[in-house]
């Protein structure tokens, strides 16, 4: 850990990392949180749960303002700074301050500047200031000013359960790769409410039906749930820059270097609401749904049930192809593949790798998570979306023997399909070296 971790610093940290930190004490863990346009009041939001792990938690708020943001935002994002800066003198870009929660506790946050000349190009958005926090936290883990290796990656706009900390710390120093809290939307508008279950329920069922098909990349990808050990995170060469999708992009890289566990509890809550910060995510998905999906909900629609099938198909063929150097045509998906390169791919490993696990593991690294979208989405042509709770209903009541709590075969509530597809997915471990057992 200790070369990758020096190489990754010395070579691709940025640059708030490389100066001289105000931290004079050591801590148990480290929670990284972006904070763009949010209000005075989100850490002590987030924190409203928790008690005893406190005073043992380091926060790196990455207070920042894309290059261009509105008078308005930028406005908002200085107040909020200030106010948790107002105990502290100066102008430094980097600030240890204190924050005493309504449970009494005090709450250490080392504040980053990233306004005004400073601010974040915006192409780069929350990618950047996720990075930025996260590389700061990996210098501290390093450097043994933070005990746990783990770097805990949030949001502004959660609360946080309790247990968040203590809980699943023997997951934890079982694996060096990624864990992954389990999440719902909240929301006091019921209007909103609706449209955050829908769009849980298409995450939801995107990531089933990957898991279904044998994808090793069926997690759902939110920055907020996301608890990376410090090592993985260096050999990935930290989070992606970019302004939106960097949690996706991120994962999809984690996934090729160390498993994934999904938790079942404790759970984070995650707040729906409506934004354009960013070009697509929650935020913007649930500003269209309501302006476009009628009330009932039975017209939105995701992607055809069928599709996970070919996917499945495909799949198999690819481990075939990767196990045993057994590869057949067919028609009906080989366009799509050769769409996103596979012929190139499939020569070139055939001439570097021999057949058997390291092939395998090839060919799931070049058919990832991204490339496994792309395909998706090629399929649409002869396999178009569908409305998502008939397709959930039928999916579901097929196999409700199964499950305790049975629904209704003719329920088209969103809250209950939800409920009923969180328990078959509720936790499992995804990643490329689920599909090297046994090879």
Same mark, same amino acid.
């Given at each position: ?34 904070? $763009?346009?949010?209000?005075? !009041?989100?850490? =002590?939001? @987030? &924190? *409203?749960? /928790? ?131 389990? $999440?719902?939307?909240?929301? !006091?508008?019921? =209007?909103? @409410? &609706? *449209?955050? /279950? ?136 080989? !366009?799509?593949? =050769? ?101």
């Amino acid at each position: 850990m200790q070369e990758v971790t020096a190489r990754y610093l010395s070579r691709y940290a940025e640059r708030e990392a490389r100066e001289e930190l105000p931290i004079k004490r050591r801590y148990q863990q480290v929670l990284i949180v972006p904070a $763009f346009d949010e209000p005075e !009041d989100f850490l =002590a939001r @987030m &924190f *409203q749960h /928790l008690h005893d792990d406190v005073a043992a938690t380091l926060v790196i708020a990455v207070m920042n303002t894309p290059d261009n943001a509105t008078p308005g935002e930028i406005q908002r994002t200085h107040k909020t700074l200030s106010h948790l800066a107002k105990a502290v003198t100066g102008k430094s870009k980097l600030r240890l301050v204190q924050l005493q929660l309504a449970s009494a506790a005090r709450l250490d946050i080392l504040l980053i500047d990233r306004m005004g000349n400073r601010a974040i190009p915006a192409r780069q958005g929350v990618g950047l200031a996720r990075k930025i926090g996260a590389d700061i936290a990996l210098r501290l883990v390093a450097e043994a000013m933070v005990e746990r290796p783990w770097l805990y990656l949030s949001d502004a706009d959660v609360v946080l359960p309790a247990g968040y900390f203590c809980t699943q710390r023997d997951v934890l120093s079982a694996t060096k790769g990624t864990v992954l809290f389990p $999440f719902r939307h909240v929301s !006091d508008d019921p =209007a909103i @409410m &609706f *449209q955050a /279950l829908l769009y849980e329920l298409h995450i939801r069922y995107y990531a089933w039906g990957l898991g279904g098909a044998g994808s090793p990349y069926a997690f759902p990808s939110l920055g907020s749930t996301i608890t990376v050990h410090a090592e993985a995170y260096a050999k990935v060469r930290g989070i992606p820059k970019r302004n939106a999708g960097e949690d996706f992009y991120f994962l999809n890289k984690l996934a090729k270097v160390a498993p994934i566990t999904l938790l079942d509890s404790p759970e984070i809550e995650v707040a729906a609401r409506l934004s354009q910060r960013v070009p697509f995510g929650t935020g913007p998905a649930l500003q269209k749904m309501l302006e476009t999906v009628e009330d009932s909900g039975l017209a939105f629609k995701s992607y055809n049930i069928r599709s996970f099938a070919v996917l499945k198909k495909t799949l198999d063929r690819l481990n075939s192809f990767g196990k045993a150097d057994h590869w057949h045509e067919d028609p009906a998906t080989d !366009d799509c593949l =050769a769409n996103l390169g596979w012929q190139t791919f499939m020569q070139t490993a055939r001439n570097k790798y021999p057949a058997g696990r390291q092939r395998l593991r090839r060919v799931h690294e070049w058919f990832d998570g991204f490339r496994t979208l792309r395909f998706l989405h090629l399929l649409r042509a002869d396999f178009p979306d569908q409305p998502l709770l008939a397709t959930i209903g039928h999916e579901m009541d097929a196999i409700s023997g199964a499950l305790p709590g049975t629904i209704s075969a003719r329920s088209n509530d969103p809250a209950e399909r939800l409920a009923q597809l969180r328990r078959l997915t509720s936790a499992d471990i995804a990643g490329v070296e689920t599909v090297l057992h046994g090879s």
